[in-house]
């Protein structure tokens, strides 16, 4: 069985600064990967997703994913946060079109 | 494009009410999902429909919960009598389809409950 384990779940960082959110999943088969963002009373919306291909994905606002198959690993990654990418952030996995949330990392941005 | 609309956005009631919950996916979209949030947790899928066949409902709890998609486009969750433990957030998603490769889910901003 497939299942996805958020390390985190609050991250507090300062505005300007890099972030890591941590996502591991566990799957006897390959998978599909995704990360999704719920802001504040929104539903939740795709941010970035690897499907096969290049490792490293990209999202249009600037966060980035590592797929690792060798440590099943998804992390999500930004160089410098803004106040608005405080938000709730979600890893999942795909098997057969499935979708399997890990427990959710909540980010934090401070001024 | 519309997005999926899902109503009412909160709900409040007490244990052993009925409740119900509608949303109605992007025009087009055949595979539709119901979602439970329970608050600290990520989302746990409860059923999936495609047209208007249930594909897995398999983490529904029949006893209490029901949803239903008759013509194919939107969709009611029922949840009849409810608990203490049902206090979630209810999303609903669609797609265009099922399966295949990867069809990328597109969701409601939700229906928060309280069962007091």
């Known amino acids: 069985a497939q299942s996805v384990t958020q390390l985190d779940s609050q991250v507090p960082v300062f505005e300007e600064a890099p972030v890591e959110l941590r996502c591991n999943y566990s799957s006897s088969v390959s998978v599909y990967l995704f990360w999704y963002v719920q802001y504040p009373n929104q539903g939740l919306q795709l941010l970035l997703k690897?499907?096969?291909?290049?490792?490293l994905v990209e999202s249009i606002n600037g966060f980035e994913a590592e797929f690792n198959k060798s440590q099943t690993s998804f992390h999500l990654r930004k160089p410098s946060v803004h106040i608005s990418d405080t938000a709730e952030y979600f890893c999942?996995?795909?098997?057969?079109?499935?979708?399997?949330f890990g427990q959710g990392t909540t980010l934090q941005v401070k001024p | 494009e519309a997005g999926v609309a899902q109503s009412p956005r909160y709900k409040i009631i007490e244990k052993r009410q009925s409740v119900a919950f509608w949303c109605n996916p992007i025009s087009g979209h055949a595979t539709l999902y119901w979602y439970q949030q329970i608050l600290g947790q990520g989302p746990k899928l409860l059923i999936q429909f495609q047209n208007n066949g249930v594909v897995d409902d398999s983490q529904l709890p029949k006893d209490r919960f029901s949803a239903e998609r008759l013509k194919g486009v939107d969709s009611t969750l029922k949840i009849q009598p409810a608990k203490l433990e049902d206090s979630a957030v209810y999303l609903c998603?669609?797609?265009?389809?099922?399966?295949?490769?990867?069809?990328?889910?597109?969701f409601g901003p939700g229906t928060r409950l309280t069962v007091l």
């Open positions: 690897y499907l096969s291909g290049s490792t």
């Open positions: 998603a669609s797609s265009r389809t099922s399966g295949g490769i990867y069809n990328e889910q597109f």
């Open positions: 999942a996995v795909s098997y057969t079109g499935k979708l399997i």
